[in-house]
């Protein structure tokens, strides 16, 4: 079974610019839930999806957004990116909400802007 | 009260030494306490996840203790092996509303050969 791939593995933006991640689950996976790792602050979730519904939000402002299809493939969205934001973003899929279920995690996207 | 709080930051072991990270933890409703490893440039994998009806768990060279009662849970690496050398995670979940995870900071290990 194929795991978690997430495209593009890396990326190159400028201050004020907007990137779209993509990310697939675990085929039979339906939730989906995004991180942002940084040396600093280590792993912070910034949003689950469920069946195309985000079931959770972390702390991060509405620059931040994602959305999930029908096949479970999500995508995340920063808009007006800042240098704080370079930082590789995860994604890890399970098969019902995260918790008590295994989450798996993707390779991640590592954004760096400049 | 959601936080993990991991130790140490960093842990150096020679080879065929026991690697020991802690992780403590204070609400009370997290169920699930799994550790991921993660190599430079990869994302964090799965390594071996434990419940607090259990108070130990093995899975070859990993262990993890747990204590419900003093809320601690932590990694025991037997025979560490130069190929261990990656950043480690404890993470907590829990559900409010939906389930959420935790994660410790990360402890970075290096062992020497």
């Known amino acids: 079974k194929a795991g978690v791939t997430q495209t593009p593995r890396y990326l190159i933006k400028t201050r004020g610019q907007q990137v779209t991640l993509s990310c697939s689950p675990i085929?039979?996976?339906?939730?989906v839930s995004w991180y942002q790792q940084t040396p600093g602050q280590g792993l912070q979730f910034l949003f689950e999806?469920?069946?195309?519904?985000?079931?959770n939000k972390g702390n991060f402002p509405g620059r931040f957004s994602g959305r999930q299809f029908s096949n479970s493939r999500s995508e995340m969205n920063v808009s007006t990116l800042e240098l704080g934001d370079s930082a590789l973003y995860l994604c890890?899929?399970?098969?019902?909400?995260?918790?008590?279920?295994?989450?798996?995690f993707g390779p991640g996207t590592r954004l760096t802007v400049l | 009260q959601q936080q993990v709080k991991q130790s140490p930051q960093s842990l150096i072991v020679q080879k065929g030494g026991i690697s020991i990270i802690n992780c403590a933890y204070e609400?009370?409703?997290?169920?699930?306490f799994p550790w991921y490893q993660q190599f430079p440039g990869k994302g964090p994998a799965l390594l071996i996840a434990?419940?607090?009806?259990?108070s130990e768990k093995k899975e070859g060279r990993f262990t993890i203790s747990f204590n419900k009662s003093a809320k601690q849970f932590s990694l025991h690496i037997m025979d560490s092996q130069p190929g261990d050398s990656a950043t480690y995670f404890c993470?907590?979940?829990?559900?409010?509303?939906?389930?959420?995870?935790?994660f410790g900071t990360g402890t970075r290990l290096k062992v020497l050969a």
């Open positions: 890890a899929s399970s098969l019902l909400t995260s918790g008590g279920n295994e989450q798996f």
């Open positions: 085929s039979g996976h339906r939730s």
């Open positions: 999806y469920f069946s195309e519904t985000q079931r």
């Open positions: 609400n009370t409703a997290f169920d699930y």
């Open positions: 434990i419940r607090p009806d259990v």
């Open positions: 993470a907590a979940s829990f559900l409010s509303g939906t389930y959420k995870y935790i």
